[in-house]
C-alpha cells in the first residue's frame, strides 16, 4: 500500500517534467522555437539574457547536465520567462498546460522554490532542481541525482510545513490531490492511516525521512524518478 502511493507521486513528478527538456513534446518543440527566434532579437542589446561559458561550466560542475543539454534547458527557461527577467514566477510554470493538469501541480511548483528567498526561481535553481531527475549512471554519480537525494526530494513534496516528518494530514493532503474524488473521504482516511501505522517505526505517528526510505527500500526509485534527458 505504502509503497504504491509514495512511487506514485514520483511518478507524478516525472511525467510533470518530461515536458520541459524532452524533444518529444510538441509544447517543448513550439516554445524552443518561439525562444530561438526570442533569443536572436534579444542577441546584442540585452546580453544579460544569454549563458556566459563560465556560467555553463559552473552548472555543468554543480548538476552533472552535459553543456548541450544545459543550454537546451535554457531556451526552455527563457521561453517560459515572459517578462524576460531573468527568473520565473510560480504563474510561469502554471503556463505550462502538461503541468497545470497535473494533480501534484502545486506541489511540483512548490519544490521549484525551495531555494528562492524572493518568490522567483533563477536559472541555476531550475536546473538544480531538474538534475534530480537525471539518471544515476555507474561511476558518474553527482550528488543530486543519487538514491538518497531523489528520495528526499519525493519526501519533501509531502512534508508541507517543511518540519521533517510526514503528518497524517499532509499524507491525507497528497492523497487527494492525486486521487481527487474517485474514493470516499472515508477512505482516504483509513489508507492514510493503515499508510501511518506500517510506516511509522517509532510509534509518533508521523513518518520521518529514515521511515520514508525504509518503506521505499525495496522500491525503484533510481528508474521511477528519472528522466532521460537528451543529448
Ligand atoms: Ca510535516
Known amino acids: 500500500m505504502l509503497l504504491n502511493i509514495f512511487a506514485l507521486s514520483g511518478v507524478c513528478f516525472a511525467r510533470a517534467a518530461v515536458f520541459w527538456p524532452g524533444k518529444e513534446s510538441k509544447i517543448y518543440s513550439s516554445l524552443k522555437s518561439h525562444a530561438f527566434v526570442k533569443n536572436n532579437i534579444v ?9 556566459r561559458e563560465e556560467e555553463i561550466a559552473q552548472i555543468h560542475e554543480e548538476t552533472g547536465f552535459t553543456p548541450n543539454q544545459i543550454e537546451r534547458l535554457y531556451s526552455r527557461f527563457t521561453s517560459l520567462d515572459r517578462n524576460d527577467c ?5 504563474e510561469d510554470f502554471l ?7 497535473n494533480p501534484l501541480c502545486e506541489r511540483i511548483v512548490h519544490s521549484f522554490f525551495a531555494e528562492s528567498n524572493d518568490d522567483r526561481v533563477n536559472f541555476r535553481q531550475f536546473t538544480r532542481v531538474l538534475a534530480h531527475f537525471r539518471p544515476i549512471k555507474p561511476n558518474k554519480e553527482n550528488r543530486l541525482n543519487s538514491r538518497e537525494e531523489k528520495l528526499r526530494f519525493a519526501f519533501k513534496m509531502y512534508d ?4 521533517e516528518t510526514i503528518s497524517r494530514d499532509e499524507l491525507l493532503n497528497i492523497l487527494q490531490m492525486m486521487v481527487g474524488a474517485n474514493i470516499s473521504q472515508d477512505q482516504l482516511n483509513s489508507i ?8 511509522d517505526t517509532v510509534g509518533g505517528g508521523k513518518i520521518s525521512f529514515d521511515d ?4 521505499l527500500e525495496r522500491t525503484e526509485v533510481e528508474q521511477k524518478m528519472s528522466i532521460r534527458f537528451l543529448n
Request: net charge negative.
Open 43 to 51: 542577441m546584442g542589446n540585452k546580453s544579460s539574457l544569454l549563458l
Open 86 to 90: 531573468g527568473t520565473l514566477s510560480r
Open 95 to 101: 503556463r505550462i498546460p502538461e503541468l497545470a493538469i
Open 160 to 163: 508541507l510545513d517543511d518540519d
Open 192 to 199: 492514510a492511516e493503515r499508510t501511518i501505522v506500517e510506516a
Open 212 to 215: 520514508f526510505c525504509r518503506a
